[in-house]
């Protein structure tokens, strides 16, 4: 099934961005409102998840990306796929010339497998609070398979961002990302978005931009200020 999507139109010119939230519902205008500190000018892509479960795990449709098993038992895999690659047709239905994908929580475990499943359409990908657990949930085959048909010929660069209750799982989502060919950053933000839902800081879309930048420019892995590039 096909994500409904919302598309907000730039003004000027510049790098696009594809936003995903992370679970409950989107807030649009402080996701927008990062990606836009962040210094990407282009049009902004908001997909919506349309995978939700009941805390009995009784499936309804609702705002959220892949299942979560009752018991805390994981997450569940097939869910988890579908969604990597309802964001991946996405990215080939869209009009954005290799956007820059940020993600909150499930929305960053599904950008970071739609950059594996096809990086060629992926500038960067800025993940956030990302479930390190859920990583490891991919398809064994979903990795970048060496040099890509893009100019640079290299995968697209990722930041890791961790707001405080989630640094513990940098080194090991990390890990994980550069064993299936990605070229990974980390850094610890003060504030920040939490999930999807807000800014908390009005700062971060600014600081990641730094990392941003770096990475459109060809400088994949120059590490934000305070944060440090793997």
Do not use: N
Not at 37 to 43: D, E, F, K, S, Y
Not at 49 to 58: F, Q, R
Not at 157 to 176: F, K, M, Q
Request: aromatic share 4%; with cysteine.
């Amino acid at each position: 099934m096909k994500l409904a999507y919302q598309i907000l139109d730039a003004g000027d010119p510049g790098p696009g961005a594809v936003a995903v939230h992370g679970e409950g519902p989107a807030r649009v205008e402080d996701m927008v409102r990062i990606v836009r500190g962040a210094g990407l000018t282009g049009p902004v892509v908001v997909p919506f998840g349309d995978y939700a479960t009941t805390t009995s795990g009784m499936e309804i449709g609702g705002p959220c990306w892949y299942r979560v098993l009752p018991g805390g038992t994981g997450t569940d895999p097939l869910t988890l796929t579908r969604a990597v690659v309802q964001l991946s047709d996405l990215l080939a239905e869209v009009d954005l010339e290799r956007p820059v994908l940020f993600g909150w929580s499930q929305g960053a475990a599904v950008a970071l497998g739609a950059a594996l499943l096809a990086p060629e359409a992926v500038a960067a990908v800025v993940a956030v609070d990302t479930p390190s657990d859920d990583l490891s949930r991919y398809p064994a085959a979903l990795a970048v398979p060496g040099p890509i048909s893009v100019a640079d010929a290299t995968a697209p660069p990722v930041l890791l961002v961790a707001s405080g209750a989630t640094e513990v799982g940098l080194e090991t989502s990390g890990r994980e990302l550069e064993r299936r060919g990605l070229s990974v950053s980390t850094v610890t933000a003060a504030g920040g978005p939490d999930g999807g839902t807000g800014a908390k800081d009005a700062a971060f879309g600014p600081s990641v931009g730094e990392c941003v930048a770096g990475f459109l420019a060809g400088t994949a892995g120059r590490p934000m200020a305070g944060g440090s590039a793997r």
